[in-house]
């Protein structure tokens, strides 16, 4: 588990690695007013739901509908009892129905603070990565070394058009915190990987799990 401090906007970041596949949750504090809001139900519920204490939770967002993240998914809406929120494009693989379909560039708020919902379709459908001051929830987007796996050519290419139109386009000190493991990166370390990416030559049909330096 890492916890983060934002002083300037005066919020808190935990990251709990969860599960056999090493998700990772997110709680996500206002510091002045003790809201918050999830990231992720990934196994290990019980692991997340301690972490919330006494912090107020108002929302929970999905990063996208691939199972691993949504092992936990009924404990932890149980134990926070307020609406999920979720891109339309991964709805069926959700265990129910959000309460909320996000729309690209829209803010959740809670507390003081504003999350933005960034549409970054590709690893699937519906993937959405979050964003709050320097602070960038990527999911399965956007890993430290590459991106996320992609199901064949196509959705790679459309994973690339979303990290370089909404990721790539933010400003270089934001980190960046993945959806797996406890290594997170910032789009500074991302770009400079994917300039090399980008200056060799690749097959058209390119798909599947990528590295930045050796793809
Ligand atoms: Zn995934």
């Known amino acids: 588990m890492n916890i983060y401090q934002d002083e300037n906007i005066q919020a808190t970041i935990t990251q709990i690695n969860m599960g056999p596949y090493s998700n990772n949750g997110y709680i996500i504090k206002c510091n002045q007013t003790n809201e918050g809001i999830i990231i992720d139900t990934p196994a290990e519920p019980e ?102 796996k992609s199901r064949d050519p196509e959705a790679f290419k459309l994973e690339l058009q979303s990290i370089e139109s909404k990721l790539f386009v933010l400003p270089p000190e934001v980190d960046v915190y993945p959806g797996h493991g406890d290594t997170n990166t910032t789009i500074e370390e991302a770009l400079k990987q994917f300039a090399i990416f980008s200056s060799k030559s690749h097959a058209p049909d390119l798909c599947g799990d990528i590295d930045w330096l050796k793809s």
């Open 47 to 148: 692991k997340l739901i301690e972490e919330i204490g006494d912090t107020n939770i108002v929302a929970i967002l999905i990063t996208h509908g691939h199972q691993d993240h949504l092992l936990g998914f009924d404990e932890i809406v149980n134990a926070a009892g307020c609406p999920v929120y979720c891109h339309k494009g991964d709805l069926e693989l959700l265990p129910r129905s959000p309460d909320h379909q996000i729309q690209d560039n829209q803010k959740i708020p809670f507390g003081n603070q504003e999350i933005t919902c960034l549409f970054t379709p590709g690893h699937t459908n519906g993937s959405t990565c979050y964003l709050l001051g320097n602070h960038l929830f990527s999911g399965d987007t956007l890993f430290p070394g590459g991106p996320g």
